[in-house]
């Protein structure tokens, strides 16, 4: 299978715990995103990387999320000190380039209690 | 502001109807719009449109874009339970990134 893959693909936390996710994109592909999804609600755009240059962060994204791609292929999501307010499906995508279609990954549920 | 708005938001019709899906946007610097299909885990690719007019088709599926009014829709004739789904529409903000609407989720009932 050469698509996006992600882990965990279920997290359960207590609140103030931090957690790490993780992206592994299609091989090829240059550009990595990384969004947020609650119920009821389209994917939310969070920060993206070109190679391994985080490019744009959302401003909705506080100082408690960093995302990093060190060697521009997988990616890490870490979230510190989480909330209940975290709680979401976190979604990484990627593509070939710039305004290329996004192929999504199965996503990681966060649950924070 | 980048503003998507589908609807309906909801649409639950029966095997072999026909569905129209509407989308518009207010995006700066517009150049493509994508359309997915989310079924319980993470949005599958339906189509990118990125000039008025032309009609994309996939089966049943077909879309076409309006630049000038400003919005999209996707068709899905003869329904099928498997085509129970969130649609999801993404205009994206050239230099910066896709947008993604809030979803219709459509209900197919046999």
């Known amino acids: 299978d050469t698509g996006v893959s992600q882990d965990p693909r279920h997290k359960i936390t207590k609140r103030g715990q931090n957690v790490t996710f993780r992206c592994d994109p299609i091989s090829e592909h240059n550009r990595l995103y990384w969004y947020r999804q609650t119920l009821g609600q389209g994917p939310e755009f969070l920060t993206y990387f070109q190679n391994e240059a985080q490019l744009e962060k959302s401003r909705l994204l506080s100082d408690r999320f960093s995302a990093e791609r060190p060697k521009g292929s997988f990616s890490t999501l870490e979230i510190q000190r989480t909330e209940q307010g975290d709680s979401a499906m976190y979604l990484c995508?990627?593509?070939?380039?710039?305004?290329?279609?996004?192929?999504f990954g199965p996503g990681t549920r966060l649950t924070v209690l | 502001e980048d503003k998507v708005v589908q609807s309906p938001l909801s649409l639950v019709v029966h095997e072999g109807d026909t569905v129209t899906l509407n989308c518009s946007y207010e995006v700066t610097n517009f150049r493509s719009l994508l359309w997915y299909k989310q079924e319980k885990k993470a949005p599958t690719f339906l189509f990118m449109l990125t000039s008025s007019g032309i009609e994309k088709k996939s089966g049943r599926l077909s879309s076409i874009l309006d630049k000038k009014e400003l919005f999209s829709i996707l068709n899905i004739t003869a329904t099928q339970t498997g085509d129970s789904a969130i649609y999801l529409c993404?205009?994206?903000?050239?230099?910066?990134?896709?947008?993604f609407g809030p979803g219709t989720r459509l209900s197919v009932l046999p």
């Open positions: 995508a990627s593509s070939l380039t710039s305004g290329d279609p996004q192929y």
């Open positions: 993404a205009p994206y903000n050239y230099g910066q990134n896709f947008v």
